[in-house]
Each structure stands twice: as C-alpha cells, then as structure tokens.
C-alpha cells in the first residue's frame, strides 16, 4: 500500500488542548490513532499544565508526549493527525488560540523533512517546555540537533508547568 513502511519508524507526537474536556480529546485522539493499522502508541507521558504560548489571553493547556511504532510515511502520519483532529471538532481559525485538541509531528525517526505544510524535527520544539518537558519523560536520550532532549528541557524556563498525577495509562479510558 503506497505510503507504508515495512519497519516501523518511532515518531513522536505533541498533543494540546485546552477547551472543553482536553484529556479526553487526547485520550480519544490517542485511541483513533492506534486503532489505525499504521500506528501503534507505544508511550504517552503524563499530562501537564500548561500557561498558553504564543496567544496569552486563554485558558491554560494540557498537554503530553506520545511514542509511535508507525508503518506510514510522515506525510501520512501527518495527514492521520489532521483527520483525527477534524473528527474532534478541532477549528483552525486563530494561530496558537484556543483549541480542543492538536496533534504536532515533533519527531519521525533520525529524519530531517522541510516541505510546505510539514517540517521535522518540529521547527520550534526545542524553544518550548510543555512539549520537552513530556517527551523527555518517555524520550529523554532522544536527540534533536546533537543535544539530547533532556538538555533541552534542562534549558528551559519551566515555572507554571505542573505534572498532573494520572495513571500510566490515562488515555486508554
């Protein structure tokens, strides 16, 4: 089937937020994704709270990390994430303003890809706590431009990120 791997790639994904129930819409988007015959969830962190970046006036994020074995190709991971989110409501009408649910291609392998609409590693994880902080939590030797992503998450201004205690496997519901 075109678009398919034989061996799976890790990818990981960023998953966000913050209207209505957004453990829930990650909770549903994670399962959505593993039911694909493409993608198995292998790890998902813990959720966090999270201040808003970019637009500040909303309310806060939560937010997690989630491990992916994936047979599909990058393209079609990300067009997976794209449907899912639409299955969950998800409006794009305002950049880094409210959402019910986004799901962000963060890493697909050793792979580096700069095409229009897709560009991995995330372009801008690496300036951001509430997606290193979760990834270094089931990724944390896992490297992005020669520096692992613990030492970037070290790096980071954290204050107003809070680890919400929930069970390992809170998204399978």
């Not at 637009?55 to 991971?77: E, H, I, K, S, Y």
């Not at 649910?101 to 095409?115: H, K, N, P, V, Y």
Request: proline share 6%; net charge negative; charged share 25%.
């Amino acid at each position: 089937m075109p678009g398919r791997n034989d061996a799976p790639v890790r990818a990981y994904l960023g998953l966000g937020g913050n209207i209505g129930d957004p453990a829930s819409a990650m909770a549903a988007a994670l399962r959505a994704l593993d039911a694909d015959a493409g993608v198995d969830v292998v790890a998902v962190s813990s959720l966090y709270r999270t201040p808003p970046w970019g637009l500040t006036d909303q309310p806060d994020f939560l937010n997690a990390v989630a491990a992916v074995d994936c047979r599909l190709g990058a393209r079609d991971l990300l067009a997976l994430c794209l449907e899912v989110e639409a299955s969950l409501k998800r409006v794009r009408d305002i950049r880094w303003g409210p959402r019910v649910i986004d799901i962000d291609i963060l890493m697909f392998g050793s792979e580096r890809i700069d095409e229009a609409g897709l560009q991995v590693p995330h372009p801008r994880m690496v300036e951001r706590a509430f997606v290193l902080l979760p990834l270094s939590e089931i990724a944390t030797d896992a490297e992005v431009d020669g520096k692992t992503v613990a030492a970037w998450a070290d790096a980071l201004d954290t204050a107003g990120i809070t680890k919400l205690e929930s069970p390992a496997a809170w998204w399978r519901g």
